[in-house]
């Protein structure tokens, strides 16, 4: 509790001090997003331990500053939100639940828009006049924002046209277009005021403005998307007919909306727009699918928080904007340098992101990155952070560009760019202490020599004690040592050495993975001890012999070959092989009767097994697998769908099995 209550007020320090630099200083020091992160984390934390809520808070008063410089005004007809959904499974829940509920077995018809990522906005037209306009507020009082909105252009005062309703509610949203966010943060940036996150914040803030002329200046656009009338009308039987009379009135609305029958339209609508959102000039989260006949919209009504007939299908991930504070220079166990750029956090899809990688030298080449800039992050494939570009407008005139290292930032040797694979290397292998520290935790990782117990942590004591020069120190460890560290007790230290003891006894596959040579990986290293059998055999290679391996292309038999020649890498191995107890791949995988000890080629779709798990119990049945029938092949395992191989095979009288043949044989094998 004593902690919760310290965590409490801490982040309460923490969010006064930037609401004094954004409010009253006008010069924010932390990003939105970074604000919006510790504000939420704040909040949860009270509303868990509400015995420590008191009145100052920054949650108790959050935005009543700006509430009090707007006159409150009660709505009409509650604003409120919409149901939401990521996937196609939500919408249908949505769709059936109305189809069952009016027992509607037929295509009904649906209105889809664009989900515009702005601010909520009620327009109230009196006699064709706009005559009040305000906020979401809390769904059943907004703020009054009449006169801000007067001077957005593209909102009419007046409506025009004909059976103009007595008095009518427009709804829709406030937004600001990309390209002049991007202009106004320029003119912040340089004028030193404050900045905004992204378009929708500049919007926001935009709009709330006391002194309108600064509202003016800022360039708001409007689309609606929704209306309340305040007397029954007869004269629209759908949504988009109302859409579509606004529209004449003068009202914008956004022309990509479409009338769709069924859940496959909705979905060609949603991917569409997710493709082409990037190249909008305004942000758009997702699509909103509205049911349009106005009839059933009546009859589903609404729940406390949302219409039944409505719902959005967002979009998952969403670009945010931040500002670069350093790129470090990180250096891989295989001594290959990635870039990974830090930035000024952002929250997004729900998860606060500070760093994205910038995978390599091109990657920097391409963004023509600089200290400072303003970058455009999204999480690729929802998950991944990634720079997508740079906004070069807003750059700073004497910022410095970023430049990919000559040296290796940890043990300063001169780089290597290889061009055909676009990587930049260190080449110098264990005498680099990152390369190290990362080699020789793959060397007893799980998939390699699996030293259980022997873990990062120990590892980095031992060389930064410089107990362990090398790998081959690990093995002659001593308690005494061990214990030298800090936290390794008598028990901890015997743990570690019977375990190191036990790594020795290993496999060729997982030898020749624990190395850890550059694109060798678990695969590769199979398909090495498949054919080599012994390590000797291995080392003793020439880059032909490599290449001519099925599955090993050029480029990594050279990192093999070259691995190989460095006479340290030679001395290594060889007193490892001298060191461990390596059995050969046949041996561990051959059962008693090594039924399947033939050159294997497989084809089609197997119902009962993924390609990797058939190769894996393949492999234990002493199988060695090719991908490419040859002479040299003595049996095809096939599955559905077969293509040109199964009649290669049937062309060189070479023996077939199908996966029933096969699963009995595994059965068998097993019993
Ligand atoms: S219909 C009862 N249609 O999204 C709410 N809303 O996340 C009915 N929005 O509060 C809203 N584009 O401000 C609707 N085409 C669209 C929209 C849209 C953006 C906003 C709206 C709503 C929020 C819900």
New binding site residues.
């Given amino acids: 509790m004593k902690k919760i209550k310290y965590k409490i007020n801490k982040l309460r320090k923490e969010i006064l001090k930037y609401d004094y630099f954004y409010h009253t200083l006008d010069k924010p020091i932390v990003s939105d997003a970074e604000y919006d992160y510790l504000f939420n984390q704040l909040y949860n934390l009270e509303s868990k331990y509400k015995q420590f809520i008191t009145p100052d808070s920054p949650t108790q008063k959050a935005g009543s500053n700006l509430l009090d410089k707007f006159k409150k005004v009660s709505h009409f007809f509650p ?4 149901e ?1 959904t990521f996937d196609l499974k939500g919408y249908l829940k949505f769709e059936n639940r109305i189809k069952k509920k009016y027992m509607i077995n037929s295509a009904i018809d649906f209105c889809c ?8 906005v009620s327009l109230i037209y009196e006699e064709g006049n706009l005559i009040r306009a305000a906020t ?1 507020g809390d769904g059943f009082f907004g703020e009054n924002i009449t006169n801000n909105i007067r001077t957005i252009k593209s909102i009419p005062s007046k409506l025009k046209g004909f059976n103009i309703p007595k008095r009518l509610e427009i ?3 406030v937004f600001m277009l990309k390209s002049d966010f991007f202009e106004l943060n320029i003119e912040s940036f340089t004028g030193k005021k404050k900045y905004f996150s992204n378009p929708r914040n500049a919007a926001a803030g935009s709009l709330r403005q006391i002194d309108s002329k600064i509202t003016a200046k800022r360039k708001l656009m409007f ?1 609606c ?2 209306f309340n009338f305040f007397e029954e009308t007869e004269s629209f039987k759908t949504h988009y007919d109302v859409l579509m009379q606004l529209k004449n009135w003068g009202i914008p609305v ?1 022309e990509e909306v479409l009338i769709c029958f069924n859940h496959l339209e909705i979905l060609n609508f949603y991917r569409k727009f997710e493709k082409y959102r990037a190249s909008f000039d305004f942000d ?2 997702g ?2 699918i ?1 049911l349009n006949s106005l009839y059933l919209q009546k009859k589903l009504g ?1 729940n406390s928080k ?2 039944r007939w ?1 719902i ?1 299908f967002k979009f998952f991930s969403k670009e945010e904007i931040s500002k670069l504070e350093d790129v470090k220079f990180e250096v891989g166990r295989t001594g290959v340098i990635t870039p990974v750029a830090y930035f000024n956090p952002v929250y997004i899809s729900g998860v606060l992101i500070k760093k994205a990688s910038l995978y390599n030298k091109n990657e920097i080449d391409r963004l023509n990155l600089h200290f400072n800039d303003y970058i455009i992050i999204k999480r690729s494939g929802d998950v991944i952070p990634k720079i997508i570009s740079v906004i070069i407008k807003n750059r700073s005139k004497n910022a410095k560009k970023v430049f990919f290292p000559i040296y290796c930032p940890v043990c300063n040797s001169e780089l290597l760019l290889n061009k055909e694979e676009k990587i930049v290397r260190c080449l110098s292998g264990l005498i680099c202490d990152a390369q190290k520290k990362k080699l020789f935790c793959h060397f007893f990782s799980k998939n390699a020599l699996d030293a259980n117990g022997l873990g990062p942590k120990v590892i980095y004591k031992l060389i930064q004690k410089k107990v362990v020069l090398n790998l081959i120190d690990f093995f002659y460890l001593t308690k005494e040592q061990l214990k030298s560290l800090s936290n390794i007790g008598e028990k901890k230290s015997i743990k570690i050495i019977e375990t190191i003891v036990k790594s020795k006894k290993t496999t060729m596959n997982r030898f020749i993975y624990a190395l850890g040579i550059f694109s060798v990986g678990e695969i590769i290293s199979q398909k090495l001890s498949n054919y080599f059998i012994f390590p000797d055999n291995l080392v003793n290679a020439s880059q032909k012999e490599l290449e001519s391996i099925d599955g090993i292309g050029k480029v990594v038999a050279n990192n093999i070959f070259n691995y190989f020649s460095i006479s340290e890498n030679r001395k290594l191995v060889s007193k490892l092989i001298e060191i461990l107890d390596i059995a050969p791949y046949h041996n561990q995988c051959f059962n008693k009767n090594n039924v399947l000890n033939k050159n294997i080629v497989i084809t089609g779709i197997f119902k009962d097994f993924s390609r990797s798990k058939l190769k894996a119990i393949l492999i234990k049945l002493g199988a060695r697998i090719s991908n490419k029938i040859s002479k040299k092949t003595e049996l095809l395992i096939f599955g559905k769908k077969v293509g040109s191989k199964f009649f290669e095979a049937s062309q060189l009288n070479i023996e077939t099995m199908n996966e029933e043949e096969l699963n009995s044989l595994i059965k068998k094998e097993n019993n």
């Fill in positions: 604003m409120l939100s919409l939401n828009e664009l989900k515009i990522d702005g601010i909520a979401r709804r829709g949203e689309f998307h929704g956004n758009i989260d699509i909103v509205k609404f949302s219409p409505a959005a």
